[in-house]
Structure formats: structure tokens, C-alpha cells
């Protein structure tokens, strides 16, 4: 790990390359798994102000699972998640006549109807962000799922950070972004010169 501002990065960050395959894995990382997203409770407010647009979008189950419990829940680890349909799918997922699935809260910010993009846990996939004492931990998380967007990755030559430029600054501002790319840029130096 290395520390830039107030925030410890993997290695796996810089060194890692990502990129999402929708072609091969159309979009399952919403509908999979056993807990809903990462969200803070200013998203879960924001979220709560744009329901009225996001509901008559919902599927008949999400709506019922946000009826009972609301929008999030406490998952396991005390961590706030956004609720979720048949232990599994996020409620604000759908799933197109292709098979694909898209976020409705995506879907609306992209029409234009809404001002949030979706929760950042989502934006800065698969990075997550952890506690680490007084510092942010900026952690790459690998899931089997996301073999194809290793892949093309690869293929492609993009490093993870590359890739989630955008949800990165979007999270921690242009500077911290610009320290990241920098020290990726020396890091790589150095392990050329071994």
C-alpha cells in the first residue's frame, strides 16, 4: 500500500488491469452476490428524494422489499447496503429483453431526470473503499465474475485506476487523482529497472 492525502491504495490498484466486459458479463455484478451495494446515509437520503421517479421503474418484487424495509438495510458486518430482491438482486436492477441488466438510478441520471449518478460503491466497482485507522483504504476486490473484465483488461493494457478515472475523482478530487497517476507512473519506473 502507499499513501496519497488521507488515503492508503493497494498496489493491486495501480498494477492491475480492468476492464469491464458488458458484451460477456451484461452487467451481473448488480444481481449477484449476497448483499446489496455500499451506501452512506447522504445517498440513502438522495436516494430516498429520487424514489418517486425510480418507483413506477421498479420490478413489482423491489417495490414490495422496499415497502417492508426500505431503500438499505444493516447487512452482517453492520455495513448500510441497498436493499435487495431474492437474497441476491439489487432493487434498483433490470434486466433488458437481451438479458442485460442496468441501474435504474443510472438509467434516470442519464435521461437526464436525476442529478445523481448512483452510489459510489457502485461508480468505483471493483475498488472498494475500507477503514483504515484514520485513513481511507482504496482496495482492489477481485470476484470471479469479473474474469472477462480481467481479460480485456489485459488485453487492452488499462490499469484499474485508468479504468475507474472518472468514480475516482468523482470521490477523492482531481489532486488526489493526479498524485495516483503520478505514482503509478514511478512505480512502473522502478519495476522496469529490476
Known amino acids: 500500500m502507499f499513501l496519497i492525502q488521507n488515503t492508503l491504495v493497494s498496489l493491486d490498484v495501480i498494477e492491475k488491469e480492468f476492464c469491464c466486459d458488458l458484451d460477456t458479463c451484461r452487467g451481473c455484478c448488480c444481481i ?31 417495490r414490495a422489499v422496499v415497502e417492508k424495509q426500505g431503500i438499505s438495510y444493516l447487512d452482517p458486518s453492520g455495513e448500510r447496503v441497498t436493499s435487495i430482491v431474492n437474497d441476491k438482486d439489487c432493487i434498483f436492477a433490470r434486466t433488458d429483453h437481451n438479458g442485460w441488466c ?14 445523481f449518478k448512483k452510489p459510489i460503491s457502485c461508480h468505483l466497482y471493483p475498488i472498494r473503499l475500507t477503514r483504515v485507522g484514520n485513513y ?59
Open 102 to 115: 442496468y441501474c435504474l438510478i443510472e438509467k434516470a441520471y442519464n435521461a437526464g431526470k436525476i442529478g
Open 136 to 194: 481511507t483504504g482504496v482496495e482492489y476486490h477481485r470476484w470471479d465474475i469479473c474474469h472477462c473484465a480481467r481479460q480485456l483488461g489485459k488485453k487492452k493494457h488499462i490499469p484499474l485506476h485508468q479504468f475507474l478515472r472518472e468514480p475516482l475523482v468523482r470521490r477523492f478530487g482531481e489532486a488526489w487523482y493526479a498524485e495516483l497517476e503520478l505514482t503509478a507512473s514511478e512505480w512502473k519506473k522502478q519495476c522496469e529497472q529490476k
Open 32 to 62: 449477484e452476490g449476497d448483499a446489496g451495494a455500499p451506501v452512506s446515509d447522504e445517498e440513502v437520503a438522495e436516494i430516498e428524494q429520487i424514489m418517486p421517479i425510480l418507483l413506477p421503474d421498479m420490478t413489482k418484487e423491489a
